[in-house]
């Protein structure tokens, strides 16, 4: 069972940025594709970013390419999200989350992933 962690969430001004970070415990990272979501209130949480278990591959939703950089450490078992330039409809809860994988194809759906983290808010005030 893996556990997942997110932190670094907090009130930014739209044109800055932030990193979050996601700790995993209770399985073998490197075994992991990991990946962000996020929601804001009343949408459907929706795919921001993917990474293989390497970390050699990525992947990004159309609307944050350009904008976000999806990395992973796995000697620390961690996984970040870079956000430049903010703006406010980034504002939303981001979700870390996990799937085990044998593939290199990474998943931009939420079904495919078996293990959540609890979230973290990140508001973009204009």
């Known amino acids: 069972q893996v556990q997942l962690v997110e932190s670094g969430g907090g009130l930014v001004q739209a044109g800055g940025s932030l990193r979050l970070s996601c700790a995993a415990s209770?399985?073998?990272?490197?075994?992991?594709?990991m990946g962000w979501f996020r929601q804001a209130p009343g949408p459907a949480r929706e795919f921001v970013a993917a990474i293989s278990k390497s970390g050699g591959t990525t992947a990004y939703a159309d609307n944050v390419k350009g904008r976000i950089t999806i990395s992973r450490d796995n000697a620390k078992n961690t996984v970040y999200l870079r956000i430049y330039n903010l703006k406010p409809e980034d504002t939303a809860v981001y979700y870390c989350?996990?799937?085990?994988?044998?593939?290199?194809?990474?998943?931009?759906?939420?079904?495919?992933?078996?293990?959540w983290g609890q979230g973290t808010q990140v508001t973009v005030s204009s």
């Open positions: 989350a996990a799937y085990y994988s044998t593939s290199t194809y990474l998943f931009r759906t939420t079904g495919n992933y078996a293990y």
């Open positions: 209770g399985g073998t990272f490197s075994t992991y594709v």
